[in-house]
């Protein structure tokens, strides 16, 4: 069975990185562990913040790859503990985000088994951007590299 892509219109070009991104949400979702929330805390400021209780600084790690965030923790048995009742098990998990192009990672801190990762998401500047036209002379093969694009940033307001 073939799969039929939402951006195969031939109107949206250039959609191909959205298509993957898209593809990369679904597969990352999984069975809710551990819990978090997404806040805006400022204009351009967000934070996402996951209850990891139990797990140490030592056992977390975040990572940033190809507008992914990575949340990562780890936990391991203590080999010389012996338990009468075990309610608490020690497990690992992996939580992803994707993260919108230009977003930035500016602090990451865990306190009271809560880790909280702040965002920044900068003010967006329109581009405006004069395409020249040219044409081309009989006898000569068209090229189909511009020669010249003006861009200019406007306030976007």
């Known amino acids: 069975m073939s799969h039929v892509s939402l951006f195969s219109s031939p109107l949206l070009l250039g959609f191909d990185r959205v298509e993957r991104m898209l593809d990369r949400v679904a597969k990352s979702a999984n069975d809710g562990y551990p819990p ?15 209850a990891v ?3 140490t600084q030592d056992q977390l790690s975040v990572s ?12 391991v048995d203590e080999a010389n503990r012996v338990y009468l009742h075990r309610g608490i098990a020690a497990r690992q998990f992996q ?10 990672i500016s602090a990451a801190r ?8 702040d965002l920044l998401r900068p003010k967006a500047a ?3 951007r004069n395409i020249e036209i040219t044409s081309t002379k009989a006898g000569q093969p068209a090229n189909g590299a511009a020669s010249q694009v003006d861009a ?4 976007a307001r």
């Open 53 to 55: 209780a139990g797990f």
């Open 36 to 50: 978090y929330n997404i806040e805006q805390i400022g204009e351009h400021s967000l934070r996402i913040t996951l």
């Open 152 to 155: 200019t940033t406007v306030d």
């Open 126 to 128: 329109n581009l405006v």
């Open 110 to 117: 865990l306190d009271n088994g809560l880790l909280h990762i």
């Open 95 to 104: 939580r992803s985000f994707v993260i919108a192009e230009g977003i930035q």
């Open 64 to 75: 940033l790859e190809d507008n992914q965030l990575t949340i990562r923790g780890k936990q």
